[in-house]
């Protein structure tokens, strides 16, 4: 069974990074056809993609987040990070790691999902 | 990027009831559209991929339609560990969601 689980600071200052790790068992993540991904959830909000990381390194991330992010794996510890720059209150979030399968070019989804971890950006 | 918008904003329904959500993306997306289910504090649950094909393990009274800009979720016999907020996701270019859609008991 595959899971994934999220961990990290709950806290973070504005204009501070936001590092948050995602650990997989029971599926290697240099595996191919699957893409390590990050998703958000504001609070009382929507589902909100950020990007993800294939096993090669090659990452593709949301357009409007870009420039703050940063996804990177550890293929030693079976792991993935997500960094997120110069955070603001608008950050404040529950993030989920999760996996995306692309196995075939028919449908493309997310297959499995961390429970999330609330990160809040606060002084 | 596509825009996806899910109807209704919320639901209230009873046990044995059959629901259904809707979702429209802004250009078609051919069957490029997967349902999810999320619950507080649980990991969020792949119920449909490629608009109409039910993941392993998902209970048959799910299932899901459409292609192109119109797709459905119905429920069809509503119990009571599915009452949650459903998401819909276009995987056509790039990743969106739909706002969502709780379901409530009434």
């Known amino acids: 069974q595959v899971q994934l689980e999220e961990s990290g600071p709950g806290l973070v200052k504005p204009s501070q990074t936001l590092s948050l790790t995602c650990t997989v068992s029971g599926a290697s993540i240099n595996s191919g056809h699957y893409y390590w991904s990050w998703i958000r959830q504001h609070p009382g909000k929507g589902l909100e993609w950020i990007g993800y990381i294939y096993y090669t390194g090659s990452t593709y991330y949301k357009s409007s987040l870009e420039s703050r992010t940063t996804i990177s794996l550890d293929t030693s510890k079976n792991q993935f990070s997500l960094k997120l720059s110069s955070v603001t209150v608008a950050d404040t979030a529950v993030y989920y790691c999760?996996?995306?399968?692309?196995?075939?070019?028919?449908?493309?989804?997310?297959?499995?999902w961390g429970q999330g971890t609330l990160v809040t950006v606060s002084s | 990027d596509i825009q996806m918008t899910q109807s209704p904003y919320s639901l209230s329904a009873s046990v044995g009831d059959r629901v259904t959500i809707t979702c429209r993306a802004s250009q078609s997306i051919s069957s490029y559209l997967n349902w999810y289910q999320l619950k507080p504090g649980k990991a969020p649950k792949l119920l449909i991929y490629g608009a109409s094909n039910l993941q392993s393990g998902v209970p048959s009274r799910f299932s899901g339609s459409g292609s192109g800009t119109d797709f459905t979720l119905t429920i069809s016999s509503l119990q009571s560990e599915d009452f949650a907020t459903y998401y819909c996701q276009q995987s056509y270019i790039t990743l969106t969601f739909g706002g969502g859609t709780k379901v409530e008991i009434k």
């Open positions: 999760a996996r995306l399968d692309r196995t075939t070019s028919e449908a493309v989804y997310f297959d499995y």
